[in-house]
């Protein structure tokens, strides 16, 4: 019988579960500013498909306060600067982001794990940033109704660290979140997402689009050698599909997007079409004593307009701006947690009410339809009026409240400590 592993103990200022888009410029942030913190992600890489790809001007502007937005651009991406709509076989132009007031006018359609990569090496030339890779949370550590801690399981074995801060940014299914018991509020989505990738050839479209047809759309992302796809059906109606076979799924893609018939079978089968199931819900609080969840982790959205990311990284400066001078002081308060939910939670139901709206009024309405329809009456007055276009993509692209870096810099730039990684395949 073998010898049980022993638990390792270590000590943080704030700990943060997950290393996505949230907790890593949490992370980053913080240690910015000189606070220890340790973030600890249970994969092994960043490299998982079909992610979250856009980032948004918002983001970028970000990236500009903190120094490092040009070397970000350095690594492959696309540059969108407007998004159209296809409904019944008609271009419906309804955002547009070159007028913004922001450094870049454009969303950056790049790899999540380019970016996410790009965060991890930035964040380690900072002395008080650690991230430890395959290292999964199991449970937290509470003393007198506190959050103390949290527990993980790493290839080393067992660990329990503890911290002023547990910050939850592990995701829509957050282990944190639900170990510290918190109420969450399902707001209904009437959608699911099948994604897959195809070849993109030089004669095909120069933009990404979303194109909607009765009972089905597709959004089509542009990757620059390959489309990332995503197929848009109704909630729950997967098996169905599946069980009309894939050369019925493929002529369904083929009347969206006659461009791409002809390669349509490298959709080889359907373990090449994984499926994102759609929520969006939040929490009813976002914060115990001592705990503060996050990004996902605190309000799941819909792929709708891909702002998920973007106010993911919103919460964490948010997070970093409000919270670094106490964590560094040793004095956080309860209160202080509470503030950065008081100045995240309008924005972020704002932002999911739109969602909702968008979701029963076009979407359900697409998924539902029988035969062809026209675009909306409300789509079709933002394609005419150029104002409001721009209006459109001011929220998309900038959100309802903007956040910028306003933590202290010890550290004021963090040199690159490795060349930019490659794109992968």
């Known amino acids: 019988m073998g010898e049980r592993a022993r638990t390792s103990v270590e000590s943080a200022r704030c700990v943060i579960a997950g290393g996505g888009p949230a907790g890593l410029m949490l992370g980053l942030l913080l240690a910015r ?29 970000v990236m500009h306060e903190l120094g490092m937005l040009d070397d ?92 002023d801060l547990v910050v939850a940014a592990d995701g829509r299914d957050s282990r944190v979140r639900a170990a510290a018991g918190l109420a969450v509020e399902d707001l209904g989505a009437p959608m699911d997402v099948v994604w897959f990738r195809l070849s993109r050839a030089p004669d ?28 848009v059906i109704p909630k729950g109606t997967l098996a169905a599909i599946q ?24 959709i080889r089968d359907w373990s090449d ?73 309008l924005p972020t139901r704002l932002t999911q009410r739109l969602q909702v709206l968008i979701q029963r009024r076009v979407i359900a309405r697409v998924l539902g339809a029988e035969a062809e329809i026209a675009a909306p009456l409300p789509l079709r007055v933002i394609a005419r009026v150029p104002l409001l276009r721009r209006l459109v993509g001011r929220l998309i692209g900038m959100g309802l409240r903007p956040e910028h870096v306003r933590t202290p810099a010890v550290h004021p730039l963090a040199p690159a400590s490795a060349p930019p990684p490659p794109r992968a395949a």
């Open 33 to 61: 500013a000189g606070v220890d913190a340790l973030v600890l992600e249970k994969h092994a890489d960043f490299l998982r498909d079909f992610r979250g790809d856009t980032i948004h001007p918002s983001t970028l502007e």
């Open 273 to 345: 079409l994984p499926v994102l199931g759609v929520r969006v819900d939040r929490l009813a609080r976002w914060w115990r004593p001592g705990l503060l969840c996050i990004g996902d982790a605190a309000h799941a959205m819909s792929p709708i307009a891909g702002v998920g990311i973007n106010l993911a990284i919103q919460d964490a400066v948010a997070a970093a701006n409000r919270l670094a001078r106490p964590l560094a002081e040793g004095r956080l308060a309860p209160d202080d947690l509470g503030r950065v939910e008081r100045r995240r939670r």
């Open 72 to 163: 970000l651009l350095a690594l492959p991406h696309q540059k969108v600067a407007r998004i159209s709509g296809y409904i019944g076989g008609r271009p419906i132009p309804f955002a547009d982001f070159s007028r913004l007031p922001t450094r870049c006018r454009y969303v950056a359609f790049m790899p999540q794990w380019d970016f996410l990569r790009f965060l991890a090496e930035r964040a380690a030339a900072y002395p008080t940033f650690r991230l430890r890779m395959r290292s999964e949370v199991t449970g937290l550590i509470e003393t007198g109704g506190r959050i103390v801690g949290l527990r993980a399981v790493t290839p080393a074995g067992p660990l329990e660290v503890r911290a």
């Open 204 to 231: 095909d479209p120069a933009e990404t689009m979303g194109r909607f047809g009765a009972g089905h759309a597709l959004v089509l992302i542009d990757r620059g050698h390959y489309w990332q796809c995503g197929y």
């Open 243 to 266: 069980a009309g076979g894939l050369a019925a799924f493929r002529a369904r893609v083929a009347r969206l997007a006659p461009f791409v018939a002809g390669r349509l079978d490298e």
